[in-house]
């Protein structure tokens, strides 16, 4: 797919209270945790959009109150995981 380009009126963002130079970055982040958080997105295509790797956007999705969307495979994978890492 291309990539695409959102434009946003700039007066849109007067009185954000977000640096100007780390608007692109939050905004990306910002959608990126909207859009997997409704089941959208994929976790993979969430953590490209915001351009961080899966243990950073969980993170932020936690920090900042997200849902993150599991399903059964994706539990009893995390209980395994856990169990492994217990193991060791």
């Not at 946003?8 to 963002?13: I, M, Q, R, T």
């Not at 780390?22 to 490209?48: K, N, P, Q, V």
């Not at 920090?63 to 995390?78: A, N, S, V």
Request: with cysteine.
């Amino acid at each position: 797919m291309q990539d695409v380009l959102l434009k946003l009126p700039g007066e849109s963002l007067i009185g954000a209270r977000i640096p100007p130079f780390e608007i692109e970055t939050e905004l990306r982040r910002r959608l990126a945790a909207a859009l997997f958080s409704d089941g959208i997105i994929s976790g993979a295509s969430a953590c490209r959009m915001a351009g961080m790797d899966k243990a950073e956007f969980q993170f932020i999705l936690g920090e900042r109150g997200h849902r993150q969307p599991l399903t059964q495979t994706d539990y009893e994978q995390d209980l395994t995981n856990l169990t492994a890492w217990k193991n060791h």
